[in-house]
């Protein structure tokens, strides 16, 4: 019963890693308390997009993952 | 219309693939291209491009499904790189085969500002000192606005 | 600026010549490109472009020297065919090194606006009936016209 | 003592000949007289433009040509 979380970028960086396995379900308030205060106050940054399953959320807040999804947090882009 | 889209993991020859295309679209009237590379600038000894698999792709053809919406052409084609690359290393190509030269020459125009200020890639660039991460330029942003209807 | 002008009276290879082009310039940031083709079109034959040497090559030289002076260019490249062309055959390749994109862009968009419509070339196409002479079509003047002061 | 009277594209056509040698010095009456009634009417219309050694005049009227100069019949260009 796990969701996995994927850092991009500088978030992986600040993550120490590339991904993590949370318990499912998660919710917004779930995965800010997964992450840890520093990568939780990047992630709710307005430029921080978040993705389920390759589906970027228009309000990260309405996060509702499952077993089995996979969450991207996504700094803003810096282009090709 | 033909579209040739690819995410590119190793280094690529932007003339090889225009030749290909060229070849492929005998018919149309006119060719269009653009290669961008890795600016040899300064103190610049690596670029990284990072994608994501679930959307950069995707997202690239959604931009090419767009491009063929909005320009009549003959063929579209798109190939980036991600990975590691050296100054002077191509990262882009978009060529655009049309029966009209204006065609042409706004789809690639129009695929290019896209790609550098709104595709999914994170960029970060290796100096003397370590690893930079890069933000999209102001300037690319503005390019990519005077297409916003 | 590196400018490279020729008027070719044989057919030529536009990826080859780009090729070489972006070898000559390995520290510009991108390359735009055109290359133009005798269209296709129905009943065309033979396209014959005709030149006057006191004329032709000295006004692509001094379009490329216009270009130089109203863009930030690394490198100009302008090679037009002159004489007989089979349908499909390249007529004009046009391509520009430069450090900015829009640069590239512009400069490659106005030397082909100029070279259709105001460059010192007579065409005629032989059809089942006979040579018939060509006038520029209204949109290529319109587009020319974009860039007048 | 001659000047070389260069025709291009459907000019030379209606010359039926690429160029043709005409007495020095040449002046725009010269020109005309030399060319014939078809040939001088159509070097007469607005869209008709001479050049001399490869200078294109402003106003042909103005036309003084000596011998070993070449003047070129130009109409209109149709682009490459």
Known sequence: MAVTVVFIGKLADLAGEGEREVTAPLSWGGLEDALGADLAEAASQDRTKIAVNGAVLADK??????????VALLPPVSGG | MARDVQLLNRGFSPGKALGL????????????SF?????????????????????TLPG????????????QLDGLLIH???GHMRPGAPIVLVA??????????EAVDFAMDH??????????EKRSDGWHWIEPREEDHADAKRWDV
Chains 1, 4 share one sequence.
């Open chain 2, 35 to 55: 290669v961008g590379k890795v600016r040899p600038d300064g103190d610049v000894k690596v670029l990284e491009l990072i994608s994501y698999e679930r959307l």
């Open chain 2, 115 to 124: 790609l550098k200020s709104r595709s999914w890639f994170w960029k970060r």
């Open chain 1, 61 to 70: 807040t309405t996060l509702q993952a499952k077993d089995g999804d996979e």
């Open chain 2, 80 to 82: 980036h790189r991600t």
């Open chain 2, 60 to 71: 690239m053809e959604t931009l090419a499904k767009e491009v063929d919406s909005r320009w």
């Open chain 2, 21 to 32: 295309f060229a070849k492929a679209h005998p018919d149309s009237g006119g060719i269009a």
């Open chain 2, 96 to 105: 655009a085969a049309a029966r009209h030269r204006r065609d042409a020459f």
